[in-house]
């Protein structure tokens, strides 16, 4: 099947933009291209067209594609709930929740699915380009594995290393990749990429050509470092970009960095508005006085980020905020946690349990079993416009301030609202995605911004970073190898 797959020597190397890129690369040259990540581990999902969830990286994947995003583009989703337990999503659905000692014995059922799934997109297209997740080189997880090396011995596909020069050590990265591998894997490695380069690239003549001969594996190029990536939608909430020039920034919105945070995207927009700083509020830190908005954005376990932000000494800070005349929105887990309770009968997150909330909103949340998943176009109630988004929660929320809904969708109020406006919630992801909503809502907080078009932003960006590519990386060598 036409195929290729990029792993890395490690997390964080730049597999997705690399997998976004060539997909971009390949749709402009008229290649009907699907993207493909067997498993991912990410509390960062979207909804997919066929009512499943995936990982949003492959969202982002499927777009550069010019597809809508499906279940198949990503068979096996892990969403960490704990430090040893995640949620296990299997094409799209719920499957269970296990610890992770517990996943050695459930991986030797993924690969089945997971290998449909990549026939079914295989049947559709002209191409496959797949991501990796982690790195190779980890051998001590290789039984059974569905993530890399295991998926590429059992679909036979080749497969391009990608390493990161960022961090140092790039030609250890590879060497040493080559070195722990098993033949038969080592096998299916046809070459290697140096990723975001910074300088003269000359200066890595030798470096280069030392681990060609290394590892006798064709070097397809170096990258330069790409600096509009923070432009797309981040997979990890350390890459969302808040730094601006100093004096481009007027009005400041904090967010809650949650230990459990899920669905962040809701800030992508956000951090590239020039009129606005998104300060990212870490364990540790105080809510900054002089903020105009406050968010506290999804969980994977809201019980648990409460008491984490509890932890932090947040909740004092955002009562102080409210006292000063400050807003406060909370989305999914972080409506739920500006209530007065949340209970949890069937121990969904945990033991059975009932749990103080902050008391910011008169709602109630109960968690119920049934996920509620789906793509929603509301109206919102404040400013009469249009959001489209997504909603992926447990729980329901009823209580004195849902008399006054956030949005309405298909009839059907969403969220609350406080008597005197300044504390929101909504149970709608994605919100800001929507270019007038975002700068009307942020005037009625008394935010002025100028506004761009986020939709035409991911767009360009996406061709400047297949344009990137293409001048930096032997792309045909790399889709020969799929032939």
Known sequence: MPA?????????????????????????????????KPQNM??????????????????????????????????????????????????????????????????KKLLEPVLNSFKSLSLQSDLVI??????????????????????????SIPVVLLADIDRGGVIAQLVGTKNVLPDGDRELIKGF????????????????????????????????????AWRLPAEDA??????????????????????RMANFDDLDPLSQEEDVELVMIHAGQVIPVDVDLVIIPGSKSTID?????????????????????????????????????????????GGASETDGLGLLQVETVMRARKTLRAVSAFHVETSLEIKGYEIHLGESRGDDCIRPFAIIEERADGASSIDGRVQGSYVHGLFSQDNFRKKFLHGLGISVKGFSYDIEIE????????????????????????
């Not at 991501?131 to 980890?138: F, H, I, V």
């Not at 350390?238 to 230990?259: N, V």
Request: charged share 25%; glycine share 10%; aromatic share 8%.
């Open 130 to 155: 797949i991501e990796g997740a982690g790195s190779p080189a980890e051998i001590n997880l290789r039984e059974n594995d569905v993530a890399n090396m295991g998926f590429a011995t059992a679909a």
């Open 305 to 349: 980020d409460l008491k984490f932000l509890r932890d932090q000494g947040w909740d004092i800070d955002l009562k102080a905020h409210y006292r000063r005349g400050g807003y406060i929105l909370g989305i999914c887990g972080g409506y739920q946690m500006l209530g007065t309770k949340i209970y949890d009968p069937d121990g969904l997150e």
């Open 460 to 483: 360009q960006t996406l061709d400047r970073l297949a344009d990137h590519i293409e001048t930096y990386v032997d792309v045909d060598k790399i889709f020969s190898l799929a032939r």
């Open 4 to 36: 290729i797959m990029i792993q890395g020597t490690g997390s964080n190397v730049g597999k997705t933009m690399l997998v976004a890129g060539l997909c971009r690369v390949a749709t402009n040259r008229g290649i009907n291209v699907f993207p493909f």
């Open 42 to 107: 990410s509390n960062n999902a979207a909804v997919t067209a066929d009512g499943g969830e995936i990982g949003r990286a492959q969202a982002l994947q499927a777009r550069a594609s010019k597809k809508q995003p499906i279940s198949d583009m990503n068979p096996v989703l892990l969403k960490p709930e704990s430090e040893t337990g995640s949620q296990l999503i299997v094409r799209g659905k719920y499957h269970s929740s296990f610890k992770a000692r517990e996943y050695a014995k459930l991986k």
């Open 238 to 259: 350390l890459d969302i970009k808040t730094e601006k020039a100093i004096g481009s920034s007027q009005r400041k919105i904090a967010c809650l960095c949650l230990s």
């Open 193 to 228: 990429i140096i990723n975001k380069f910074r300088g003269d690239v000359s200066l890595f003549d030798e470096g280069y050509e030392f681990i060609k001969l290394q590892t006798n594996w064709h070097g397809f190029g170096v990258l330069p470092f790409f600096e509009d």
